[in-house]
C-alpha cells in the first residue's frame, strides 16, 4: 500500500516569491492534516480537512497561507508571498478518521526561504 | 492548551542497551497517544498507537506504556543498535485540540556500536 506522497521534496526560493506544496493521502483516508515543523521543535498543526472541508484552520496564517482539497483526495498548501520565517518542513498527514485513528505522515517538503 | 514534554532530549547509549525515554502531557482527557521516529531530513514513521483506554503497546524490541491519570508515557527500547539512533517524537491527541496531534519537541537517540 502506498504511503502519503508530498512533492517537491526540497524548495528554496527568494522571499516575496510564491511557492505550493502538493500532498496525496493513503488511499481511502479522508482526514488530511498540513504540519508545518520548526528545526529542533516539533510538528504543529496548520490545517485539518474531513473530506473537502477545512474543519480547523485555526493556525493557518490566513494572510498569506491558503489550502485546498479539491474532490477530497489530493491537497495543496501555498504561500504567498513567503517570508524568511516560513523556512521549515511541511508535512502532510492522514488518517481513516478524525479521532481514534493512527496518523500516518509523508516525507515532507523542506522549505528554505532566502 | 496541551503542553507535550519529553525528557531528556538527547541521549547516546551503547549497542546493546536498554532505555526509557519519557513523554509528560498537561491535560490527561486524551483519545490517544502515538510515538513517532524521525530519521534526519525524513518524514515521521508511526512506532506505537496507545488509545486512551489501553495501558500498554508493544511491537518487536518496542514497548509504550501510558497512565493517562498522571500524564505520563515511556517508550522502551531493548537491546538498542545503532539503526535506532534517530528522534522520537511523542504526540497525544485530545478532542480541545480539534483532533490534531499536539507534538513533543523530540528525544534525540545516538546508539554508539
Known amino acids: 500500500e502506498a504511503g502519503v506522497v508530498q512533492s517537491p521534496r526540497y524548495k528554496i526560493i527568494e522571499k516575496k516569491q510564491p511557492v505550493a506544496f502538493w500532498c496525496n493521502p493513503i488511499?481511502?483516508?479522508?482526514?488530511l492534516y498540513w504540519y508545518r515543523q520548526n528545526l529542533g521543535q516539533g510538528p504543529e498543526l496548520l490545517i485539518r480537512?474531513?473530506?473537502?472541508?477545512?474543519?480547523?484552520d485555526s493556525q493557518l496564517p490566513k494572510d498569506r497561507f491558503s489550502a485546498e482539497r479539491l474532490k477530497g483526495v489530493d491537497s495543496t498548501l501555498k504561500i504567498q508571498p513567503a517570508e524568511l520565517g516560513d523556512s521549515a518542513v511541511y508535512l502532510c498527514?492522514?488518517?481513516?478518521?478524525?479521532?481514534?485513528?493512527?496518523?500516518?505522515f509523508g516525507p515532507g517538503t523542506r522549505l528554505t526561504v532566502l | 492548551k496541551q503542553e507535550v514534554t519529553q525528557i531528556p532530549a538527547a541521549l547516546s547509549v551503547p549497542e546493546g542497551e536498554n532505555l526509557v525515554l519519557n513523554c509528560s502531557f498537561t491535560?490527561?482527557?486524551?483519545?490517544?497517544l502515538q510515538w513517532f521516529r524521525q530519521d534526519p531530513g525524513k518524514g515521521l514513521t508511526s512506532l506505537l498507537l496507545?488509545?486512551?483506554?489501553?495501558r500498554e503497546q508493544t511491537s518487536g524490541r518496542l514497548n509504550a506504556s501510558l497512565d493517562k491519570s498522571s500524564g505520563r508515557s515511556t517508550l522502551y527500547i531493548a537491546a538498542s543498535q545503532p539503526g535506532d539512533s534517530a528522534t522520537y517524537l511523542c504526540?497525544?491527541?485530545?478532542?480541545?485540540?480539534?483532533?490534531?496531534?499536539?507534538f513533543g519537541k523530540g528525544t534525540s537517540l545516538l546508539v554508539t556500536p
Open positions: 498527514a492522514s488518517s481513516l478518521s478524525p479521532a481514534a485513528s493512527e496518523q500516518f
Open positions: 488511499s481511502g483516508h479522508n482526514t
Open positions: 480537512y474531513e473530506n473537502e472541508e477545512a474543519v480547523d
Open positions: 491535560d490527561s482527557a486524551i483519545y490517544n
Open positions: 496507545i488509545q486512551s483506554s489501553q
Open positions: 504526540a497525544v491527541r485530545t478532542g480541545n485540540s480539534g483532533y490534531a496531534l499536539n
